[in-house]
């Protein structure tokens, strides 16, 4: 058990997920991620690179993992934002990396030391075209560990660039945790294959080697890479292949944590830092009588649709509070159909929220609620 | 010289031919010499990966039977640096154009001649966007017309050669299509060097520069190629009135100095890590 700060559980979540490849870009509040790296890699003859800016931190990522590294970078939203580029090559060449992005307040150069979390829709729709997109977030230093560790085996499973979501507070907190040792570093053995293998489409990703003869591009191409006589249908049908690989696994990559929620009349759905102020909020409001529950979104994209669907029908209202003007709020919607009231709580003003905001909230959603069942006559209001 | 076809065909992908360049285009050329330049150093295929931007030039590695990356506009030299990184032994050879090196991957030339990575850009200067049309592009000479210059351009044009010295580059060389026997030698020559180099290769555009500037076509092009340019080592024979508006051609630069991932196997080494694939 040592205390161990959030950027800090990123390096180690990454060695433990095999990364052997860091290119980055200095940014607050992320900077410390590339800082251990660079203290780090050496020693484990892997590859630490300060580029000259963040497109080429995601573009030397991209020819790493072709040159057989499993490769990251990490950055903050004016990072994010010039990254998207090389988000969406990643995605149509099926080149599995990882992508952390430490929020801060934007939009621009907004508050960089303050946190955030208004590119959520960002790390979802920011390049341009369609692309299935699996993004997680953490609300504690352990949490980092994991979603880390668990972004490079999703990014190897899925050949898609993962996204990880921190923000300022997180990656800047200490907590004490108890992290296994840093396993030794992979052997990297070229995979021999077939020159003929199909290097795209349903097929493993395998990393340019001696005996392959792939070629990458983000034209539209067929399985073998080919772009002479492609069409758009080619490109559509390997971006629908990745839409349904993810959702196959929709189980095992949806992952949420539900929290006091069996018998609750009201929901709060929240994600990263927020989850924190939520929790305590249900135990406060719990005390006071009100039965609140929480489900903390650890996957933000794929969105849990059905599990959402299902909370709807079972309480009588959804408050959503996060660190943006509303973003997440439009798929919860979507998700509740209609089935409750849904009510939001937005602030970017690099503030955390407090979790006594998060209780008055409720309480005056409940009062009015109370009111409105004393009118029409019953509803799901408790006693 | 080896005969057309001569032993070359294990280098070329030729179900992705014929190529997307244009009748009388340079860009044919050029990759001629590439694939001359794998010959002469007897390279195995599967020890090369060629790297192309985006535009007329990024389409070259499809047509190498060798591991390829058709990568982003003006990105293409972090993708390399990332790959050679990650496989030092890999020869990586870059296609850019001019739009690609000079506008908007400027930062990228600049940061990879500075780091001393050893990769070969081969910069294919038709001095104008050709995939897109006919813009003008950094290396438009001044008082040429685009389509986005119509009334002559009045902006001075970049001296790539000028770029890469001051960066740090390595290697640095000028040639044309026009002499064609030249470009295999000093591609080869980059591919060998142990540091970053360029060799830039003046090209023709006959549709869109040539057609835009009245200036003919493929022949006329050549010939302007030609006239507009002199052997370095031929300086000291010409009069100032004779250098005026041409570009000296040659080698400018040959010289070894420390390449990064040396230095950074030497780093790794001294942290006690093991970099060696």
Known sequence: MRLVQGNEAAVMGALAGGCNFYAGYPITPATEIME???????????????????????????????GGMRAMTATSGPGFSLMQ????????????????????????????????????????????????????????????FDVTRLAFEWAQDYRLPVIVLLDAVLSHMRENVELPPVPDPIARKPVAV???????????????????????????????GMTRGAIGQDAEQIIRN???????????????????????????????????????????????????????????????????????????????????????IWPLKASVA????????????????RPEEIVQTINRLDHRNAAISSVIGGGKHHA | MPKIGEDLTSYLRQNMMPTVWCPG????????????????????????????????????????????????????????????????GLTVVVTMGDGDALAIGAGHFVHAARRNIDLTAILYNNSIYGMTGGQEAPSTPLAFRSTTSPFGSIEPAFDTVELALAAGATYVARTTT???????????????????????????????????????????????????????????????????GKLPLGVFRNEIRPEYTKEYAKLCEAQGGNYSV
């Open chain 1, 36 to 66: 251990q790296m660079s203290r780090i890699l050496p020693s484990r003859g892997a590859v630490f690179i300060q580029m000259e800016d963040e497109l080429a931190a995601l573009g030397a990522v991209i020819g790493a993992a072709w």
């Open chain 1, 242 to 328: 990745q839409l349904a690989e993810v959702d196959r696994d929709y189980k095992r990559i949806v992952q949420f944590r539900r929290y006091r929620l069996d018998d609750a009349t009201w929901a709060i759905v929240a994600y990263g830092i927020t989850a924190r102020a939520a929790r305590a909020a249900v135990n406060s409001l719990r005390e006071s009588g009100l039965r609140v529950g929480l489900l903390e979104l650890v996957t933000l994209w794929p969105f849990p649709e059905q599990t959402i669907h299902e909370l709807a029908a079972s309480v009588q209202g959804i408050l959503m509070p996060e660190l943006n003007l509303g973003q997440m």
């Open chain 2, 25 to 88: 285009c340079g860009h044919g050329n050029i990759f001629r010499a590439i694939t001359e330049s794998f010959r002469q150093l007897e390279l195995d295929p599967s020890r090369i990966a060629v790297l192309g931007g985006i535009g007329c030039s990024g389409r070259t590695p499809f047509y190498f039977n060798t591991n390829a990356m058709h990568t982003t506009h003006g990105r293409v030299l972090a993708f390399a640096t990332g790959l050679k990184l990650a496989n030092p």
């Open chain 1, 338 to 353: 209609g089935l409750a009231p849904v009510s939001s709580m937005g602030r970017a003003d690099g503030e955390l929220f």
């Open chain 2, 178 to 244: 026009f002499d064609f026997a030249d470009m295999p030698r000093y591609i080869a020559e980059a591919i060998a060097h142990p540091g970053f180099s360029v060799v830039e290769i003046l090209s023709q555009c006959p549709t869109y520069f040539g057609r835009l500037n009245r200036l003919g076509e493929a022949p006329e092009l050549l010939d302007y190629e030609r006239t507009h340019t002199f052997l370095r080592e031929d300086a000291p024979l010409l009069t100032k009135e004779e250098m005026v």
């Open chain 1, 85 to 144: 580029e090389h988000i969406g090559y990643a995605a149509m060449t099926q080149t599995p990396c990882v992508v952390i992005d430490s929020q801060r307040v934007g939009p621009s150069t907004g508050q960089p030391t303050m946190p955030a979390q208004g590119d959520v829709m960002q790390a979802r729709w920011g390049s341009h075209g369609d692309r299935a997109a699996i993004v997680l977030t953490a609300s504690s230093v352990k949490d980092v």
């Open chain 1, 194 to 224: 077939r020159e003929d293998q199909p290097a795209f489409g349903s097929h493993p990703f395998i990393p340019f080697s001696g005996s392959t003869r792939t070629i990458v591009s983000g034209l539209s191409h067929d399985e073998r």
